[in-house]
DNA sequence: GTTCGTGCAAACGGTTTGCAACAAT
DNA sequence: ATTGTTGCAAACCGTTTGCACGAAC
């Protein structure tokens, strides 16, 4: 597993330093979209040491690199999502937490030619709550 | 026009002074989606003693009535939206302006009974550049 | 004279940045 | 020696808040 993650910053020309495994390794296997601050308390309990600046240039350069991206769903926070597949979010109106959808669970019909724009990416951003 | 503005305000339970009328009147009537420190600029220019807080205040007030939509969208700012009924957006990944998708213009299906939530609410959100 | 809107400035909270120290090669 | 990573603290910036003043009914 550690070895994976080496090589997944590896692969994606990032030296793979003690703090960038740390954080790859938190943020690469949860299921959870934490924010930055989320991230530092994890990682903070084996590393003790790392500083908070580490995780957020971290996590940035994570995202640079294509290993992360950044969802800005909320007002409070930038939050992480380690799926870079295309997929959809479904967000707890009660909670703030953040579900992913999977591509094909939702059918999107009628996307291209709007108004003279070339579409690069979309989804679809659900708020509803458990029932 | 202002006559109209007043009458929104009013049926929304809303005292309509001097300051909260301007701000109706500039963020009712604008295509844009402006952000509270925009809105703050488009109104000094008519209002010039109007403060910053006073906006915020405001613009607060105006989503809690209904009046307005916030979107959360971009990391920089919290942005206000005028179209209250159901719609989608479409963000100009060069300039980073938002633009309203009518409802029919994009077709989703399969929404309902997404992992034992109820949707209150969705949309498509799409990125792209002008061709 | 109580209620409510407003201005000001300070506080707040998430995020970035400058800089000095340090590690790795 | 050079290059790149880290920690710390300060800066930053959008937003909220406390408080005192002032207007309206």
Redesign the interface.
Known sequence: MKHDVVQLLTGRAIQPSAHRVAVAQYVLSTEDHPSAERVWESVKARFPMISRATVYNTLNLFVEKGLLR?L????DS?VFDPNTDPHHH?I??ETGSI?D?SWD???????AN??????????????????
Chains 1, 2 share one sequence.
């Open positions: 950044e800005h769903l909320s007002p930038v479904l707890d109106e579900h959808i669970r939702v059918k999107v019909a009628a996307i709007v108004d003279g724009y070339e579409i690069h990416d979309y989804q679809v951003v659900m708020r509803g709550t458990k029932k």
